[in-house]
T-cell receptor, first 114, second 112 residues
């Protein structure tokens, strides 16, 4: 089966610019996650969707980050305006059900803010 | 969710068993132990999970102590491709909010 698709793979922007990442989860997966992984650290959950509703966005910096999952399939994560500390890999993951025990991750988008 | 403690790094000779420990002394009765790994420049990959019984699949074995306060992931015959960061995660697997909270993991280096 096809895996979780993310684009772009790499992005370089200047601080204060905006950027968007796209994720296409595995077909039929109801739950979608966005993680931020700073170099040398484990991934940190930013937001979790169940179909097109938000389950948890407690760690999402809502003053600059936003995410949506229209029609309960694809999702976009946006940063506006970007800061230097946003430089990280942004990972998208999906799973069949909210309580499913296996999550499938995409390869991530590496963002560099200069 | 319960926190976990893992050694920051370990080495293992190619072909030998790799035993990766994890402490989760504050685990509660309905929390599962999950293991994921992350090979360089890739997203994390699921390995195995368990509640209280030992588990085995085609990738690894998971040994959970009787008091459930610690566990060990065993890769029976480590290869160079097993070089990765291994994350031990504790979380609820039943109905309700299911999340994976990653720590820093153990960097396993398999040496030829």
């Amino acid at each position: 089966e096809a895996g979780v698709a993310q684009s772009p793979r790499y992005k370089i922007i200047e601080k204060r610019q905006s950027v968007a990442f796209w994720c296409n989860p595995i077909s039929g997966h109801a739950t979608l996650y966005w993680y931020q992984q700073i170099l040398g650290q484990g991934p940190k959950l930013l937001i979790q969707f169940q179909n097109n509703g938000v389950v948890d966005d407690s760690q999402l910096p809502k003053d600059r980050f936003s995410a949506e999952r229209l029609k309960g399939v694809d999702s976009t994560l946006k940063i506006q305006p970007a800061k230097l500390e946003d430089s990280a890999v942004y990972l998208c993951a999906s799973s069949l059900e909210r309580w499913n025990t296996e999550a499938f991750f995409g390869q991530g988008t590496r963002l560099t803010v200069v | 969710d319960a926190k976990t403690t893992q050694p920051p790094s370990m080495d293992c000779a190619e072909g030998r068993a790799a035993n990766l420990p994890c402490n989760h002394s504050t685990i509660s009765g309905n929390e599962y132990v999950y293991w994921y790994r992350q090979i360089h420049s890739q997203g994390p990959q699921y390995i195995i999970h368990g509640l209280k019984n030992n588990e085995t699949n085609e990738m690894a074995s998971l040994i959970i102590t009787e008091d459930r306060k610690s566990s060990t992931l065993i890769l029976p015959h480590a290869t160079l491709r097993d070089t990765a960061v291994y994350y031990c995660i504790v979380g609820k697997g039943g109905a309700g909010s299911y999340q994976l909270t990653f720590g820093k993991g153990t960097k396993l280096s398999v040496i030829p």
